[in-house]
């Protein structure tokens, strides 16, 4: 299972870190990513963080201003968002996968098996 926390509302320019705790099945992962979905738009793939030597992957449209981490002491997986803008609203999902691929794939809704319910993400301008 896969719980996300940690949405709000915030204002441009502000900071949020969402929390995406992983247990059961889902723990023994290869992969954790942060997905979002803007009203009326697909989802897309934000960030990507492997179990093994925690290498991570970025979207463009965050780099520099997200970092996804990982606590394996706590089974919990991070995403910190900084510097947000009104583009970055929508509901934040984290989802996980047991498969192998590479880092080609991080991005691709497919590439995941278990998924956790949205936590909204609201920045105002």
């Known amino acids: 299972q896969l719980q996300a926390s940690g949405g709000g509302l915030v204002q441009t320019g502000g900071s949020l870190k969402l929390s995406c705790e992983v247990s059961g099945f889902s723990s023994d992962y290869f992969a954790l990513g942060w997905f979002r979905q803007a009203p009326g738009k697909e989802r897309e793939g934000v960030s990507c963080i492997k179990s093994r030597g925690g290498v991570t992957n970025y979207a463009e449209f965050v780099k520099g201003r997200f970092t996804i981490t990982k606590d394996n002491a706590k089974n919990t997986v991070f995403m910190q968002m900084n510097n947000l803008n009104p583009e970055d609203t929508a509901v934040y999902y984290c989802?996980?996968?047991?498969?192998?691929?590479?880092?080609?794939?991080?991005?691709?809704?497919?590439?995941?098996?278990?998924w956790g319910q949205g936590t909204l993400v609201t920045v105002s301008s």
């Open positions: 989802a996980s996968t047991s498969r192998t691929w590479n880092s080609g794939h991080f991005r691709s809704s497919s590439a995941y098996d278990s």
